[in-house]
């Protein structure tokens, strides 16, 4: 017999009554019963509600269609044209999708070459900051197609492409680090010294990237590409490049370089070091 709180009796038959259960309590509910049995091995992912997995996927942001992109945004240019001149206002960057471009910019009434650009490369960002002025001009050397992109819609393009973003920053430390191989460069006062020392940095970049032979190394580069490295004119560079074919330090096949001891090159510039060194004490 079940006591209430207080201690009172409760009678026999109001007890059965209150003990048994109703038939509408023995039914189990209708949403347990329609309910199957889960498996502990199933995945939580698996057992989303499949409204939530559809808004899951559907927030994703989508893939830019390179197609789409270039019929909005691409400019396209012949060999020879001028995308933009050095001290124009700039609004535009742009992303190079076919083709090569010249970056050049004038020194003291002379043209000198900054870069040559291939496709995936990004010029003309230095316009984007607040109104700037172009600080090179650029001129294609071949047929080819650029993405002219204003601020906003590289910001929009960065924001919502992760991929898009990593490859831009690459591309400025990459830029970066040719800058600083190129101040190391104009230091050297010998040619043939500016010369091995560009060549030793684009074997080790070569390398770094799984492009080389065992002792070797081999990567495709033009005059004009090496001479704008360089800091000097294509002709002066095809003569050092000769001497360096003739030494068997480096063989030419087409636009690529191929070079097949990067030890002996090393060896050559600590001689041509040397030699500087004792020509500066006489």
Known sequence: MISSPEGDGVAPDAEREASSPSDAERAPPPAAAAEPARSPSVPAASREEPAALSARVESAEPVPDPERLRARFGRPFEAGDVIFREGEPGTEAYLLEEGRVRLIKKVRGAERSLMVLKPGDLFGESAL???????????????????????????????????????????????????????????????????????????????????????????????????????????????????????QYLRVADERLEIPDIEALRRLFGLLGLKDEIRGEQ
């Open 129 to 247: 900051l607040g109104g700037a002025a172009r600080s090179s001009t650029a001129i294609a050397l071949s047929r080819g197609v650029a993405l002219a992109l204003d601020q906003g819609t590289l910001q929009n393009l960065v924001e919502r492409n992760p991929a898009v973003a990593m490859r831009i920053i690459k591309q400025l430390v990459g830029r970066l680090r040719d800058a600083e191989d190129q101040i190391e460069i104009m230091m050297l006062t010998d040619t043939q010294s500016k010369v091995v020392n560009a060549l030793l940095k684009l074997a080790q970049q070569s390398r770094a990237t799984g492009g080389a032979a065992s002792n070797g190394a081999s990567f495709a580069i033009s005059p004009m590409e090496l001479s704008t490295r360089v800091g000097l004119d294509v002709d002066t560079v095809k003569r050092a490049v000769q001497q360096l074919r003739e030494g």
